[in-house]
């Protein structure tokens, strides 16, 4: 999990719909009626959520530069195709996209929010951590944008002890 502020905008609400899987435990706020409140879903929502937030994650996995295995970027391509968007123009004559219909649907809210963040160049930085057991979404706010885990002091920490590890041999 990560020791990193939320990230900026539109970009928290996908943040936090990734992060309601621990993969470390398995638990899965989506299972709770509270958890499944903070997204405004229902327990029949939850199936489409979860397969919204599994494609994410794979999205979130690809910015970092990891290709999981049985994973598309594909598949958010296919979900957002379901929530279109249009350019609104408010009465100062300033646009902005905004879904077409449903405006409350967690799919709308994630494609508006996707589409906003990649306008403002921030869209990249959401990113999954490199650890397996973790997979924690986060915003990479390092200089050079090459950021690999959630948290250096934990799974960055553990990484580079395996990699030191392995080094010394099963010798030492």
């Known amino acids: ?3 990193k502020p939320p990230a900026p905008g539109g970009l928290a609400l996908i943040e936090a719909l990734v992060n309601t899987l621990d993969i ?3 638990a899965d706020s989506l ?3 509270d958890g499944r409140a903070v997204f405004g879903l229902t327990e029949r929502d939850a199936v489409a959520a979860r397969e919204l937030r599994e494609a994410l994650r794979t999205v979130c996995l690809a910015h970092a530069g990891h290709r999981p295995r049985g994973r598309s970027t594909a598949d958010l391509d296919r979900l957002l195709a379901a929530a ?3 350019v609104a123009v408010d009465t100062d004559g300033a646009a902005a996209l905004r879904p077409a219909a449903a405006p409350d649907a967690l799919t709308s809210r ?3 929010a996707i589409a906003t963040a990649v306008a403002e160049g921030t869209w990249l930085r959401l990113k999954a951590c490199e650890a397996e057991d973790c ?3 986060y915003y990479d706010r390092s200089p050079a944008g090459r ?3 959630c948290s ?4 960055g920490a553990r990484a580079k002890m395996r990699t030191y590890r392995a080094r010394r041999g099963p010798a030492a």
């Open 31 to 33: 299972d709770t009626p």
């Open 24 to 26: 470390e435990t398995g």
């Open 147 to 149: 950021g690999r885990w």
């Open 1 to 3: 999990m990560s020791d």
């Open 135 to 137: 997979q924690w979404a």
């Open 110 to 112: 994630v494609a508006e």
């Open 152 to 155: 250096m002091s934990v799974c």
């Open 84 to 86: 279109p968007l249009r």
